[in-house]
């Protein structure tokens, strides 16, 4: 399994990260160990996971994911093999997140100090380790079109409270001082949110951001306006999710399908993939992975492994079948003629499912 350094740290990540939010409502405990088990056998040691995971998140069932994290360090003693990233949830109505800290009861999220210190607080109680390698924002504090909102088009920008950047940058400095975090990563951010990061730590307001997480995927390549540049010349490296589109890239929705026991059968939550054209484009990708020989799941990882911007491609799976083909995606060669027809689709299509 290849290494890549986590942006300007020390640190050596696989270029494969194992995703964890299903673990804990999807998948039982002991499935997540089995996968975690899995991926380090394989080479993996590099494990993203967020406080509001499982996905989707609710109250009965949030935080299990680090949860099982945490059960299976204390099971088989391997904290000092996995370079472990987690995150703090950004502003938002989940009032019972952050609850169980007085002062916090009842209210909103929002990256300021009492929030970010009740997350990071409960990720490191649940996950039953003194520190975490690489702690990100999950999505930015201030309003912003996101998700499924945001669009490649540009309406307008929304308004409404925010904390300023170089008072989180702040915060997070005193976590790492701490010893409780040793660095700093954005998620769902844009190309002037990072510049502004990097230049609060330019001036000495708080660490310097390693690694930006966003979607990056053959139905969305938004990242490469703008961001890739930035990811290249900063080294602020991309950790992709959602390589395979939610399981879409795969085919397997493909005329309406709902295999039993799959992410858009139980939760209904594919919407952005299932706009007018991307049917079309994910045949005209399931045929080129034909033509080559592919299984269109390793090609659509693959490609996504490949770009220069990307320090690690966060798969997820329910099965260890699932898992073992996304793993073994990092022994297909996107070859020069397969990429230009990747790019010739892309040129005409564009990015149906930002």
């Keep these: 399994m290849e290494r890549r350094r986590l942006g300007q740290t020390d640190l050596q990540v696989s270029a494969l990260c194992l995703g964890t939010m299903t673990w804990g409502q999807q998948n039982t405990e002991a499935e997540g160990h089995a996968q975690m088990d899995y991926a380090l056998e394989q080479g993996i040691n590099f494990f993203d996971a967020a406080e509001v995971y499982p996905i989707p998140s609710r109250m009965r069932t949030q935080g299990n994911t680090e949860r099982i994290i945490g059960s299976w360090f204390r099971a088989r003693k391997t904290r000092d093999k996995v370079i472990l990233a987690t995150k703090v949830a950004g502003r938002g109505q989940s009032r019972w997140l952050h609850g169980k800290l007085a002062g916090l009861r009842g209210k909103p999220t929002e990256l300021d100090r009492k929030n970010i210190t009740a997350a990071v607080e409960?990720?490191?109680?649940?996950?039953?380790?003194?520190?975490?390698?690489?702690?990100?924002?999950?999505?930015?504090?201030?309003?912003?079109?996101?998700?499924?909102?945001?669009?490649?088009?540009?309406?307008?920008?929304?308004?409404?409270?925010?904390?300023?950047?170089?008072?989180?940058?702040?915060?997070?400095?005193?976590?790492?001082?701490?010893?409780?975090?040793?660095?700093?990563?954005?998620?769902?951010?844009?190309?002037?949110?990072?510049?502004?990061?990097?230049?609060?730590?330019?001036?000495?307001?708080?660490?310097?951001?390693?690694?930006?997480?966003?979607?990056?995927?053959?139905?969305?390549?938004?990242?490469?306006?703008?961001?890739?540049?930035?990811?290249?010349?900063?080294?602020?490296?991309?950790?992709?999710?959602?390589?395979?589109?939610?399981?879409?890239?795969?085919?397997?929705?493909?005329?309406?399908?709902?295999?039993?026991?799959a992410r858009t059968t139980l939760f209904d939550r594919g919407q952005r993939y299932e706009k007018p054209g991307v049917e079309g484009v994910i045949d005209e990708y399931l045929a080129l992975a034909t033509e080559f020989g592919l299984d269109p799941a390793q090609m659509a990882l693959a490609f996504v492994t490949s770009r220069p911007f990307v320090t690690s491609s966060i798969i997820g799976a329910t099965t260890r079948e699932q898992l073992k083909t996304d793993i073994d995606s990092i022994h297909v060669k996107i070859a020069p003629e397969l990429e230009k027809k990747i790019d010739a689709i892309h040129q005409l299509r564009g990015n149906l499912a930002p």
């Design 122 to 261: 409960g990720s490191l109680r649940r996950l039953r380790t003194d520190y975490i390698d690489l702690y990100q924002l999950h999505w930015p504090d201030r309003p912003l079109r996101l998700f499924a909102d945001s669009a490649t088009t540009f309406r307008d920008l929304p308004t409404g409270p925010e904390n300023p950047i170089e008072d989180i940058v702040d915060v997070l400095a005193d976590l790492v001082k701490a010893g409780k975090v040793r660095h700093i990563g954005l998620s769902n951010e844009t190309s002037w949110g990072v510049m502004r990061f990097l230049r609060a730590a330019e001036i000495g307001a708080g660490p310097r951001v390693a690694s930006i997480q966003n979607a990056y995927h053959l139905l969305n390549r938004t990242f490469e306006i703008g961001l890739a540049e930035i990811a290249l010349r900063e080294k602020v490296g991309l950790l992709a999710y959602s390589p395979l589109a939610q399981g879409y890239l795969t085919g397997k929705y493909q005329r309406g399908a709902r295999p039993p026991g």
